[in-house]
């Protein structure tokens, strides 16, 4: 019988380490950065950080060196992605 080509969640995250990684998070937060490493609670660390945030005032980019993400925050990630400019 053949292997299947499965994937699971947690190795894909680490597939990503040194890559650059797009975290959509609940709320109005987006942060594009390069992952160092993460847990099992896909809490995670980024260097070279930017953080998007969309306000009443618009969209404020904020840049970080490094940021520790809690897990539980996260909606989606997006390797190699980035947000759309607008």
């Not at 699971?8 to 998070?25: A, N, T, Y």
């Not at 109005?28 to 945030?53: A, C, I, P, S």
Request: proline share 3%.
């Amino acid at each position: 019988m053949a292997t299947t080509g499965r994937l699971l969640p947690l190795e894909l995250i680490d597939k990503c380490i040194g890559s650059r990684l797009w975290v959509v998070m609940k709320g109005d937060k987006e942060l594009v950065g390069t992952l160092r490493g993460f847990d099992q609670y896909v809490n995670m660390v980024l260097d070279d950080v930017t953080e998007y945030e969309v306000t009443a005032e618009g969209r404020q980019e904020i840049h970080l060196d490094q940021i520790l993400l809690n897990g539980n925050n996260v909606a989606m990630m997006v390797p190699g992605g980035g947000p759309a400019q607008s």
